[in-house]
């Protein structure tokens, strides 16, 4: 398979490159697990910054901005962690009051951690742009909104976009409408829009295909439980992970049961970012750490003491520990010669010590 580092080139987001050559970025994802209460969301901010996040995503929507309020069908959800709420109750409880976006991002700068958003119609941006939000993502859900990709892209600001539950077709339709803009950097992000998803659904193999296809940074919104697929993806060339936070889960927020509590998102941010050094770089031969222990290796030696001219056999000369002798290849060929002097046990065997084998004894 080809490299997919070469397909995986670098761009910036707030600062912080993002891409080949350079540790994932993490971003912590709030959502709505301030449970509807500021001082919540500003201690999630806390929380990220604290734990090693990178970024931290918020959500800007109203109810009636996302859906309406109504119960026809679709309307109520049928499956899954939200059952039988509708649409604009779920929104309700979730979103972020647009009253509070000036103080998180206040706070984010203050711990030193951007912040940006998801925003879900033009009005949504509008405010975002007046608190000069620094990078734009696209959730999965809307992906096909068209409209909302060309207002989004036409700040020129960088764009993550979300690609659960997206046909081969939809993506390319959605960089199309962001690549009509010029020189606005975009980042794809692989994603399984499921809440959990199961961890077998989570398709990481997905990920070198994608980096290849669309020249492009590739990352992972993830909804599974733990850490597993975000240091797996890293491994696959993920150089972006967005996880949802949660102060504890016990809380109960409306997206707890897949978020990561303070100290597992600190357990994953290592864990990431150990992935990434592992992966070094491809290489042939030995590593300078690889250098000193090459001693260690087998060679010949003189297992028991040899008279002069006495011959060589298994019972005094063996492959063994450590690696100052004559390389193991040679045991048949030294087999049968004899000792030119004396040869004590322990010495590493060397064609200097013998000669040519003399006639049978």
Known sequence: MPNVADHNPVIELAGRPCGRGHPPLLVAELSGNHGGRLENALALIDAAADAGADLIKIQTYRPDTITIDHDGPGFRIETGLWQGRTLYELYQEAHTPWEWHAALFA?????GVPLFSSPFDPTAVDLLERLDCPIYKIA???LVDVGLIECVAATGKPVILSTGMATPAEIDEALATIRACPDVPVVLM???SSYPTPLDQADLNTLPTMIQRYQAPLGLSDHTKGIAAPVAAVALGATLIEKHLTLERADGA???AFSLEPAEFRAMAVACRDAWSALGRAREGPTAAEAAERVNRRSLYVVADIAA????TPANVR??????GLHPRELQAVLGRRACSAIAKGTPLDWSL???PGPQA
């Open 254 to 256: 409306v997206d707890a």
């Open 140 to 142: 999965s859900f809307e």
């Open 309 to 312: 001219g006495e011959r060589l």
């Open 354 to 356: 013998l000669r040519e």
């Open 190 to 192: 692989h994603c399984t």
């Open 107 to 111: 706070h984010a700068r203050e711990r």
């Open 319 to 324: 492959s063994i520990r450590p690696g100052l």
